[in-house]
T-cell receptor
């Protein structure tokens, strides 16, 4: 089992729709979770962090965490073509120090 | 507002040569991570360093790869006797002493091995 799993996609949504990106992780002791956005040929950019169960909203983005199910998701409301990118889920493994393990990413395509 | 600085941005090497990638963390950050990203794949952890210390190198290949973060100067990722499979983007990320877990990435160094 991979430490962090994501569907590679592509996930295609029309402009204005809600995009839902999902991620599962294997280490039950993990405490912090992150979503990064990566445009083709660019570096990853942090867009959301979440540390406790429930929802966390920031503008059009909502991160959801369910530690019991070892599941974290990212919702993007009112999707825009500029949101088209690869979204990387990252989990801080319970190793005693900071160590982010990344999923392989989900490619999101938002069509005008 | 200096972020994480990596150089060179692009590096071309022939098989058997050495590649040296440099990373200067954000101002005030003393922890550096190196990740490798193969084409169409996710980021793979390689090594975590503090100044003058290697904290975790569990992701480093056993041979040809080494990393350092000296007291003065940038962190260096060194790849000896490069092979075509080393062609990838190598990203450096830094973190401050505050334990937020948030990594800030540089623009990456893209290594092409001919």
């Amino acid at each position: 089992q991979k430490e962090v799993e994501q569907n590679s996609g592509p996930l295609s949504v029309p402009e204005g729709a809600i995009a839902s990106l999902n991620c599962t992780y294997s280490d039950r002791g993990s405490q912090s979770f992150f979503w990064y956005r990566q445009y083709s040929g660019k570096s990853p950019e942090l867009i959301m962090s979440i540390y406790s169960n429930g929802d966390k909203e920031d503008g059009r983005f909502t991160a959801q965490l369910n530690k019991a199910s070892q599941y974290v998701s990212l919702l993007i409301r009112d999707s825009q073509p500029s949101d088209s990118a690869t979204y990387l889920c990252a989990v801080n493994m319970n190793t005693g120090f900071q160590k982010l393990v990344f999923g392989t990413g989900t490619r999101l395509l938002v069509s005008p | 507002n200096a972020g994480v600085m990596q150089n060179p941005r692009h590096l071309v090497r022939r098989r058997g040569q050495e590649a040296r990638l440099r990373c200067s963390p954000m101002k005030g950050h003393s922890h550096v991570y190196w990740y490798r990203q193969l084409p169409e794949e996710g980021l793979k952890f390689m090594v975590y360093l503090q100044k003058e210390n290697i904290i975790d190198e569990s992701g480093m290949p056993k041979e040809r790869f080494s990393a350092e973060f000296p007291k003065e100067g940038p962190s260096i990722l060194r790849i000896q006797q490069v092979v075509r499979g080393d062609s990838a983007a190598y990203f450096c990320a830094s973190i401050g002493t505050v334990n937020t877990g948030e990594l800030f990435f540089g623009e990456g160094s893209r290594l092409t091995v001919l």
